[in-house]
C-alpha cells in the first residue's frame, strides 16, 4: 500500500495518507510531499482518514514541512485524523502551530 499519494496541486496541494507512517518511511514521505511541493509551491492539505499509525518521527517530520510551506507563506492543514492521531498532536501541542480540520 502506497502511504502518500498526491491527488491535486492545483490551487492548492492536496496529499492522501495511509496506512502507517513511521521511522522506516517518515523521511520517504517528507522528502516525497516536499518534492510536491517544491514543483508547484502552495498551501497543503493532508487527508489523512486511510492513515492509522503515525510515530514521534511521523511528528517531527510534519513539523519540518511545516516550517519549508510557511517559508514561502503558506499554510499547512490536516483533516480526517482519527482520534487517537489527533490526541497525539494535541498531547505534543502541534494542534496550536497547524491546522487541524475534524
Do not use: W
Request: proline fraction near 2%.
Amino acid at each position: 500500500m502506497k502511504e502518500v499519494q498526491v491527488l491535486a496541486t492545483t490551487p492548492e496541494i492536496c496529499i492522501a495518507l495511509s496506512g502507517t507512517i513511521d521511522s522506516g518511511n517518515a523521511e520517504e514521505f517528507g522528502a516525497e510531499v516536499i518534492a510536491a511541493y517544491d514543483s508547484a509551491p502552495g498551501d497543503i492539505t493532508f487527508e489523512c482518514s486511510g492513515l492509522e499509525f503515525i510515530d514521534s518521527t511521523t511528528l517531527g517530520t510534519f513539523v519540518k514541512i511545516l516550517k519549508h510551506v510557511r517559508t514561502d507563506g503558506h499554510k499547512m492543514k490536516l483533516s480526517g485524523l482519527n482520534a487517537h492521531i489527533r490526541k497525539l498532536f494535541v498531547i505534543c501541542a502541534l494542534d496550536t502551530i497547524m491546522e487541524i480540520a475534524s
